[in-house]
């Protein structure tokens, strides 16, 4: 099956720097890759996602970058701010089967 | 709010002992997914339903099973519970049966504790 490396696990940055978290995945079938931010206590929400047909993807102070021949994936955040303060997950989505493997989670700690 | 409904929040209960776990997803969504968030396991893809029907399956254990309604709410029961099935437990939902096609909204969770 899909399995889904997440590196690091722990991220402590200052407010206004940027943020980069490292996926790779197994399977090169996996053809869909969203990101998740999970605050404290609170559900998973989407924040950015990419299909395999594209290299990079932004929305603002995010961005999402995919290499399909080294199977990884990155989330990007710029301009860092307390509250990006939160446990990201990437996954990755295979049509066959129907499943999303997730990532083990990055803690990340934005220090004002 | 994602306007995915779960419920109980909290349910604590002990080993052996069988519970279920209640999901209603958004309006107008027809999958709805189950997902188990431990610890030391983190985000685990449980199982999927689309309409009524099964329509993919994790990680999920012999002693679990679910089921979507005619009303689309889903139901996760739990069985035979051991310690190590203390987890919070998510419920999504989204409109199409690909996660490819479209977003999928979690609910609040359900925390699990056996004691």
């Known amino acids: 099956g899909e399995n889904v490396e997440q590196h690091p696990s722990t991220l402590s940055v200052q407010e206004g720097d940027s943020a980069v978290i490292k996926c790779t995945y197994s399977?090169?079938?996996?053809?869909?890759f969203p990101w998740y931010k999970q605050e404290l206590g609170k559900r998973p929400q989407l924040i950015i996602d990419i299909r395999s047909n594209v290299g990079e993807k932004k929305d603002q102070r995010i961005a999402v970058t995919l290499n399909k021949t080294a199977k990884h994936f990155s989330l990007h955040i710029t301009e860092t701010q307390p509250e990006d303060s939160a446990v990201y997950f990437c996954?990755?989505?295979?049509?066959?089967?129907?499943?999303?493997?997730f990532g083990g989670g990055t803690r990340v700690l934005v220090k004002p | 709010d994602s306007g995915v409904t779960q419920t109980p929040k909290h349910l604590i209960t002990a080993t052996g002992q069988r519970v279920t776990l209640r999901c209603s997803p958004r309006?107008?969504?027809?999958?709805v997914y189950w997902y188990q968030q431990s610890l030391d396991q983190g985000l685990q893809f449980l199982i999927q339903?689309?309409?009524?029907?099964?329509?993919a399956k994790g990680n999920i254990l012999e002693r679990f099973s679910a089921q979507q309604f005619p009303d689309l709410h889903s139901e996760l029961n739990l069985s035979s519970l051991e310690l190590g099935d203390s987890a919070l437990y998510f419920c999504?939902?989204?409109?199409?049966?690909?996660?490819?096609?479209?977003?999928?909204?979690f609910g609040p969770g359900t925390r699990l504790t056996v004691l």
């Open positions: 999504a939902s989204s409109v199409e049966e690909f996660l490819s096609y479209n977003e999928q909204f």
């Open positions: 309006s107008g969504d027809l999958s």
């Open positions: 339903y689309y309409n009524g029907e099964e329509r």
């Open positions: 996954a990755a989505f295979k049509a066959a089967g129907n499943k999303l493997t």
């Open positions: 399977d090169s079938a996996s053809n869909y």
